[in-house]
């Protein structure tokens, strides 16, 4: 019976430790969703000049999430900033704006 009741602890002991391992942030999370922004305004958000799509990088974090607030709601017309931004949570948005604010 001991040994029964031993094996369970250490089986759920195991179990929390798996998904504990699991919820834990990827620490590349943030880059990784800008990096879906490359296409149109340029790596880590440095558009190329002339190209008409806005640079992002360095671009105060608030002002951004606005903006993608904005483009998510409706409120800003866009051509596509509005189905892309409804394809991110509130979290992944401030990620996402947090990183090119950080961006120089």
Known sequence: MKLL????????LGVVGVAQAGNKADPNLARN?????ANCHG????????SGSEALAGVE????????????SGAKPATI?????????????ELVAA??????
Do not use: N
């Open 43 to 50: 790596t880590d958000g440095k558009a190329v000049p002339g």
């Open 5 to 12: 009741r031993w094996t369970t602890v250490l089986c759920l």
């Open 61 to 72: 974090k608030d002002k951004l999430l606005q903006k993608l607030r904005d483009f998510r």
């Open 81 to 93: 900033m509005h189905q892309i931004s409804r394809g991110y949570t509130e979290a992944q948005l």
């Open 33 to 37: 969703l800008a990096a879906t922004c």
């Open 99 to 104: 990183y090119f604010a950080a961006q120089k």
